[in-house]
């Protein structure tokens, strides 16, 4: 199985609710990426885990918040988001070297459209 | 400043040409470089991936150069097919002065349309 999967695949939501961002694989890869894609533009990192714990934050603001609650699953929060948030929001993943780094291609998933309104 | 850039926003050629796109990048010194197709509304595909002590690899109709002398990289696609018209993303790894984690940077993407 090299698929990552993402859900939902489109989200609309106020900019006081409370909604999740789910994304899955089962390729045993122990690193897992968020990125914002905002339209004819490239992907923007916003986090990285390695081995289930956070270890890069590209200043991403506090409404959206990361969870790894396992090898497999990464999921993103979010909370109090504005209409600038409205973009793709795209998971990926790759495997680690024995000294966890990634040098290796990522595997991206279809996304989630996400448009705050 | 880390920059990187693709020689253009858009190229379209005819089918059956090669296909040539480029990435420049500036204040780096990459580990390796990667090549990604993406289509509208999904995700990002790897390609290809070369390393900084490769010259020069390839994989069916794709080929990639890395100068890190002239700090580009070189993407072709030959005997160009309409379904090659995509979005041809180059990103490079930059490690982060704070430790040892690595990360992908995007160039802003070449448009591809092959035209029939």
């Known amino acids: 199985d090299t698929e990552v999967t993402q859900t939902p695949k489109h989200l609309v939501m106020g900019m006081t609710n409370k909604k999740s961002l789910k994304c899955e694989q089962h390729m045993g890869h122990r690193a897992m990426y968020w990125y914002k894609q905002k339209a004819k533009k490239p992907p923007e990192l916003m986090f990285v885990?390695?081995?289930?714990?956070?270890?890069i934050n590209e200043s991403v603001p506090s409404r959206f918040s990361p969870e790894c609650p396992n090898s497999s699953l990464l999921n993103l929060h979010l909370h109090a988001l504005q209409p600038e948030d409205s973009a793709l929001y795209l998971c990926a993943s790759s495997q680690l070297t024995s000294g966890g780094v990634s040098y290796n291609e990522q595997f991206f998933g279809p996304g989630t459209r996400l448009t705050v309104l | 400043s880390q920059k990187i850039e693709q020689n253009s926003e858009a190229l379209n050629i005819q089918e059956g040409k090669t296909a040539t796109l480029t990435c420049n990048y500036t204040n780096y010194s990459p580990a390796y470089l990667q090549w990604y197709r993406q289509d509208p509304g999904r995700g990002p595909v790897f390609l290809l991936l070369?390393?900084?002590?490769?010259k020069e690899k390839r994989k069916e109709r794709l080929k990639v150069t890395f100068d890190t002398t002239l700090k580009q990289s070189l993407f072709h696609i030959t005997a160009s097919q309409p379904a090659d018209s995509a979005t041809y993303l180059c990103a490079l790894d930059m490690k982060r002065s704070s430790g040892s984690a690595r990360q992908l940077t995007f160039g802003s993407g070449t448009q591809l349309t092959v035209l029939p």
């Open positions: 070369i390393r900084e002590n490769e």
């Open positions: 885990y390695s081995y289930e714990k956070l270890s």
